[in-house]
């Protein structure tokens, strides 16, 4: 399958995912967005780092088509919600705890692109 086919769906998932988790003030759809995304990132960046020096490209291919579409999409969704004034709720546990998530997950992205 196309990766970019595979990028955009990822885009537009997690897009549709966060605007709709916040537009209908629900806690619970980010927050498995986010823990979701973080694991999957933590994952393909320890496939990535390999082992005996040997790195996994398909990890590296797999992060920059998966998780950083997805994170993209998850801000855009935030940010369309936001604008309408259906802004998600940061200050309870969940909002926190999604936020580290959605953090682990842009760092680890991150770290897995400078390999």
Not at 51 to 59: R, S, T, V, Y
Not at 101 to 110: D, K, Q, W
Request: glycine fraction near 12%; aromatic fraction near 6%.
């Amino acid at each position: 399958m196309n990766p970019w086919i595979i990028a955009g769906l990822c885009l537009t998932g997690a897009g549709f995912i966060a605007w709709g988790s916040a537009r209908l003030r629900l806690r619970w759809p980010l927050l498995v967005l986010a823990l979701l995304l973080a694991a999957i990132a933590l994952q393909l960046l320890n496939a990535a780092q390999g082992q005996g020096g040997f790195h996994d490209l398909a990890a590296i291919v797999a992060q920059s088509f998966t998780v950083l579409p997805a994170l993209l999409g998850t801000a855009l969704g935030l940010a369309l919600a936001a604008l309408r004034g259906h802004g998600p709720a940061w200050r309870r546990p969940s909002g926190w705890l999604s936020l580290l998530a959605l953090l682990v997950a842009g760092l680890a992205a991150g770290a897995t692109l400078l390999i």
